[in-house]
């Protein structure tokens, strides 16, 4: 596998469910970000992990919690979403330098989740 | 806050014209960087042009170019001898210099016709 990895590719669930999407970085990465891809909206940025610490957090309901155990792996756990939930989930690694250049972002492929 | 704007949603081409997207952003940062991405219809989002301010020089990739004019805060793509690969939706987004936060246009659905 390279580059950026998500799992599952299509998610549907009731608004009880307990889910959790998967998003894995082949690229030696140290920052991961996951962003929600509604339709005719711009991306929104949901959650930022640097060095496996969160250092964003965009006013996310928290029926959303993320989790990063390492630098290569990142996780969005799903607990009673909302039918307005339903949307493309698009995980993201970049790699930050000691001197915080900005680098650009490498996307992985995306979870279709649709709540019912 | 920086907001960036994609005045297009839709747009088409002939296959090997030329075709710009405009893109305009709003910041009173001097020091940033700005992106182009592609997201053809299998989703994956992959980077086709980036530019830093700092830079005068207009960047270039391959049949790629930007129109980047720093005072007008516009950021426009020209995609040359289009292709049909190039179907796709294109998002130009915005970056602060050390910062993780991007922002994304609401994108522009490029239609590249045989």
């Known amino acids: 596998e390279t580059g950026v990895t998500q799992t599952p590719r299509h998610l549907v669930m009731g608004m009880t469910n307990k889910k959790s999407l998967k998003c894995e970085q082949h690229l030696g990465h140290n920052a991961m970000y996951w962003y929600k891809q509604s339709a005719k909206k711009p991306l929104e940025l949901m959650f930022v992990y640097s060095l496996e610490e969160r250092v964003e957090n965009n006013s996310v309901p928290s029926r959303f919690s993320p989790e990063c155990p390492n630098s290569s792996h990142l996780f969005l756990h799903l607990h009673t979403l909302q039918p307005e939930d339903s949307a493309l989930y698009l995980c993201?690694?970049?790699?930050?330098?000691?001197?915080?250049?900005?680098?650009?972002?490498?996307f992985g492929p995306g979870t279709r989740l649709t709540v019912l | 806050a920086q907001t960036v704007t994609q005045s297009q949603p839709e747009m088409s081409v002939q296959e090997a014209e030329t075709v710009t997207l405009s893109c305009t952003y709003d910041?009173?940062?001097?020091?940033?960087?700005l992106f182009w991405y592609k997201q053809p219809p299998s989703r994956q989002m992959i980077l086709v042009i980036r530019?830093?301010?700092?830079?005068?020089q207009n960047a270039t990739e391959n049949r790629f170019s930007v129109n980047f004019q720093k005072a007008a805060k516009s950021f426009s793509l020209k995609i040359s001898d289009s292709q049909l690969g190039d179907t796709a939706m294109y998002f130009c987004?915005?970056?602060?210099?050390?910062?993780?936060?991007?922002?994304f246009g609401a994108g522009t659905r490029l239609t590249v016709k045989p």
């Open positions: 993201a690694s970049s790699q930050e330098g000691l001197a915080l250049t900005t680098s650009e972002q490498f």
């Open positions: 530019q830093e301010a700092y830079k005068q």
């Open positions: 910041t009173s940062e001097n020091n940033y960087y």
């Open positions: 987004a915005f970056m602060k210099h050390n910062n993780n936060d991007m922002r």
